[in-house]
């Protein structure tokens, strides 16, 4: 059974700053604050999915900076979170917060109510464009905090995006780089989204700031997801979980942008393997015909392009992270 989070959001509560691309009532589509009846309620809810699973399920607190909140409601949810963990409902806790509201005091209590994950908002780890985005902290903050939450024994998060005003691919490549030597156990990758009501939305407006094309990216998270990868650091996310559609003003928002990068990376890996123009077929595991296909048959108009015309079979005898090519004779 895979993990699993039952979601609180806590909107925007907590946060000392205003970061440029930040407006998390149109991130979470909530700006009601919960309470702890909202808690139980959430809990007792996901308790009756067939996907449920205690021993996989944490409650996670997300939206905000969760360690910057009134310190009373903060207990006032921990506390209601951490009955469910005393009667073996729910595995534990998952938080998000800012990497200067951390310190051992903060730890000493989250560990106290069941906290088992703590993900920090990184966003870059070059401080020019930290503070370009108004985010208040510097890259040395998400070093210290790193550090002191793994001496606690949390399970580490970071969270980087990429596109940010100012930040450049290699930018985004270094901060990728200066996460992994922080050996975080996950990791999560927002492209750049400009919403409305915020900093970023002014910047493009006047021609200040200019996104990233879909394409682009794809192919640059495409890029630190395998760096990440290859450091054996669990990515559980690529790309925003949802925005409400009138408040999207630019950049490469897509549904399915994981599903997106992912074929991308099959298109390369089969682009090595070929060694001359002709007629293929490739058999792949079920599981992944249709990242090898891509979203309209992207995949394939590719290798049409460029003069390989290839058929693709699912076989379940193939490992999914492999694949097989026969030319047609």
């Not at 921990?78 to 806790?93: H, R």
């Not at 992944?288 to 390989?308: A, P, V």
Request: aromatic content about 8%; overall charge neutral.
């Amino acid at each position: 059974m895979s993990h699993s989070n039952i979601s609180i959001f806590v909107p925007h509560l907590g946060c000392p700053h205003q970061c440029s691309f930040c407006n998390q009532k149109h991130i979470t589509g909530q700006s009601k604050l919960p309470n702890a009846q909202d808690v139980e309620d959430a809990v007792n809810i996901a308790i009756t999915s067939k996907k449920y699973d205690k021993d996989s399920c944490e409650i996670a607190f997300f939206g905000g900076s969760f360690t910057a909140i009134d310190r009373d409601y903060m207990l006032l949810l921990l506390k209601t979170a951490y009955q469910f963990i005393k009667n073996g409902q729910v595995s534990g806790i998952r938080i998000s917060t800012r990497p200067d509201c951390i310190d051992n005091v903060i730890l000493t209590i989250l560990k106290q109510f069941g906290v088992t994950a703590i993900e920090l908002g990184a966003q870059s780890m070059n401080d020019f464009v930290l503070e370009a985005n108004n985010r208040g902290h510097r890259a040395e903050d998400v070093v210290k905090a790193s550090k002191l939450i793994k001496e606690f024994g949390f399970s580490l998060g970071l969270q980087m995006m990429t596109g940010l005003f100012k930040s450049s691919e290699a930018d985004d490549l270094y901060t990728a780089d200066k996460i992994i030597e922080l050996q975080p156990d996950t990791v999560r990758i927002y492209p750049t989204i400009t919403i409305k009501n915020t900093y970023l939305e002014k910047l493009y407006t006047e021609g200040s700031y200019a996104p990233q094309t879909l394409e682009s990216a794809v192919a640059l998270a495409t890029k630190i997801e395998d760096k990440f990868i290859n450091n054996n650091i669990n990515v559980i996310r690529v790309g925003l979980h949802s925005i409400e559609a009138e408040s999207y003003v630019a950049g490469p928002w897509h549904p399915a942008f994981r599903e997106l990068c992912d074929s991308l990376r099959c298109r390369e890996q089969l682009a090595k393997a070929l060694s001359k123009k002709a007629e293929y077929i490739v058999r792949v595991n079920d599981t992944e015909l249709s990242k090898f296909i891509g979203q309209k048959r992207s995949n394939i108009k590719h290798f049409e392009d460029l003069g390989f015309k290839i058929k693709f079979i699912p076989d379940n005898t193939v490992n999914k992270s492999d694949f097989i090519i026969e030319e047609v004779k």
